[in-house]
């Protein structure tokens, strides 16, 4: 909450809807997550006999590291194949009812980062938030906290629709809510599979840079050709 708070004073200081406010609207979240992590480890080491390690938490030690890679390389694969699909479903039925689909804020601040000539800076950062930072922050905190918690406390299937149906409200975007729930299922189902934290990363990784990659070469002709999560 600190994190954020000081986060939101800093969005506040810069001009309104200007590229150095999404900058830090950008960074606050995954660097929250981080603090929280790292306050939690630090709980952890001064209060417990056997402080539990990060590795064991989110798996990272479990499953062979191959096996990992090819699942969530492949699982990316398909989420890349079949996300755009409900995305496109979900323009047509937002359309349907006479309303204009708005793509992510992110998107179009990458696009016209990307046509910018003194915007290569903030370019690279919002690439790395997008395809480095966004996907490890977000899945520390979905799959590997809110998931695992719910479904510990006897609710599995609460646990699966609830926290898929919260990652896609948390993007904030009715265009991309769909496809993004979807996402959040096929990401838990890529953890179940591996059970170790590293799969489902690398398939939201790999998600993330192939839409960014869409945007940068695709710019000219799809302003708003993917959605970034």
């Known amino acids: 909450m600190v994190t954020l708070g000081m986060g939101g004073g800093l969005a506040g200081l810069a001009e309104a809807g200007s590229v150095e406010q999404m900058a830090v609207n ?9 603090v929280s992590i790292v306050a939690w480890m630090f709980i952890s080491a001064k209060f417990y006999d056997k402080p539990i390690r990060f ?28 996300a755009p699909i409900l995305s496109i479903l979900s323009r047509v039925i937002i359309q349907a009812f006479g309303e204009t689909p708005q793509g992510q804020k992110l998107v179009t601040v990458i696009s ?27 899945e520390i905190l979905f799959r590997g906290i809110l998931y695992p918690s719910i479904k510990q406390n006897g609710y599995p299937k609460v646990a699966a629709i609830g926290t898929a149906v919260l990652f896609g409200l948390f993007h904030v975007n009715l265009l991309t809510f769909l496809s993004l729930t979807f ?9 179940e599979k591996t059970d170790n934290l590293l799969a489902p990363i690398l398939a939201h990784a790999l998600f993330n840079g192939v839409n960014v990659l869409l945007i940068l070469v ?6 708003e050709p993917a959605m970034i999560q």
């Open 26 to 34: 950008v960074a606050v979240m995954p660097l929250s997550i981080f």
């Open 55 to 82: 590795k064991d938490t989110f798996g990272l030690n479990r499953g062979k590291l191959t096996t990992c890679l090819a699942v969530g390389l492949a699982g990316g694969i398909v989420i890349v194949l079949v």
């Open 112 to 138: 016209e980062q990307s046509q910018s000539e003194g915007g290569i800076l903030f370019l690279i950062f919002f690439v790395l938030m997008a395809v480095v930072v966004a996907p490890i922050g977000e």
């Open 183 to 191: 996402v959040g299922l096929a990401l838990i189902f890529i953890y």
């Open 218 to 223: 695709t710019t000219k002709y799809f302003p």
